[in-house]
């Protein structure tokens, strides 16, 4: 709470001081932040500050979680390949349908974070250019059998993909 305090105080008067400073620097700043939290629920519990919050809250965007938007998990994974590979001077030039499908088929508890670093471990363990399901850890794996299991159709992902990228 210390820190929304200061936080709304150099939000108001367009100034900070430095630590052991004594003067004043103004600011011009926009403040872009993001929470996985309700915030409006954070003040209603006292957690944060309704002064700051009514502060901060000009544009709301919300973001659902990757596994609600699966059909956007084919065209972040091209680009995180095309990202880390080119990071990691491992340029990556064919993926596996069973590479895309396992990853459509994941919940991703851990977002895009979690997306973006199986890519990284997968490039990295990649002995050529070429990313194949046998690369991705054996959670996200493991998940095609439980939905062969269940009887979902997990080739439905990967056609709605395939339509959308012609």
């Not at 872009?32 to 006292?46: H, P, R, S, W």
Request: glycine fraction near 4%; include cysteine; charged fraction near 25%.
């Amino acid at each position: 709470m210390d820190m929304q305090t200061a936080l709304l105080r150099a939000i108001e008067e367009k100034a900070v001081t430095r630590i052991g400073g004594k003067t004043a620097c103004s600011v011009a700043v926009r403040i872009i932040a993001a929470t996985n939290k309700d915030l409006l629920n954070q003040v209603e519990k006292g957690h944060f500050r309704n002064n700051l919050y009514y502060r901060l809250n000009v544009i709301t965007i919300k973001l659902p979680p990757l596994r609600e938007r699966k059909g956007d998990i084919p065209i972040l994974i091209k680009n995180l390949v095309n990202k880390i590979g080119e990071q990691l001077d491992h340029r990556i030039k064919n993926i596996d349908s069973g590479f895309y499908m396992a990853c459509s088929l994941f919940n991703w508890p851990g977002n895009i974070r979690q997306l973006q670093n199986t890519i990284e471990f997968c490039i990295n363990l990649a002995k050529s250019s070429y990313l194949g399901l046998d690369l991705l850890p054996e959670e996200i794996r493991k998940n095609i059998n439980l939905h062969e299991e269940h009887k979902l159709d997990p080739t439905k992902i990967m056609k709605s993909y395939i339509v959308s990228q012609t």
